[in-house]
């Protein structure tokens, strides 16, 4: 078993809050994520299949295909955009990088397996010191 991982780039915007708190308790709870005007964050998303190595290639995927099926799945659906508003896998959810790490899992598991490999992790950073994993 190997595992090999690929990494892609997107700029997002989101607010962290609730509804039903007070724009205080929002700050509290949320911290300057809770801004009521948006702010964004450079994200960057790390893809870990595993799976076997190609005798014929030396690959376990092709990190082009890889790479091009994680921009068409979910990077083109986040890239530039308001992940409150206008990303369909999270609406209804705290757009959190937890959160959204387990809603970009959700997105690929299966497309992954049309490459011949497994998902074994989706790791996403909001930021140089803030990042969550989801391994399923
Ligand atoms: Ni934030």
């Known amino acids: 078993m ?3 991982t690929r990494r892609e780039r997107f700029n997002a915007a989101h607010r962290l809050y ?23 964050h450079n994200y960057e998303l790390f893809v870990t299949v595993k799976g076997e190595t190609s005798p014929e290639t030396g690959f376990l995927v ?3 295909i890889l790479s091009k099926l994680i921009r068409e799945t979910v990077i083109v659906k986040l890239d530039h ?3 409150n508003l206008e990303v369909d896998f999270m609406q209804g959810k705290l757009a959190s990088t937890e959160n959204l790490a387990v809603g970009i899992w959700n997105e690929i598991e299966e497309e992954i397996k049309s490459l011949g490999a497994e998902l074994h992790c989706v790791k996403l950073s909001e930021s140089e010191n803030n990042s969550a994993e989801y391994y399923g």
């Open 81 to 83: 955009k308001n992940i």
């Open 18 to 40: 609730r509804n039903d708190f007070s724009d205080e308790k929002n700050l509290e709870v949320f911290g300057k994520c809770s801004n009521p005007n948006w702010h964004g």
């Open 2 to 4: 190997i595992y090999i």
């Open 62 to 64: 092709n990190l082009k």
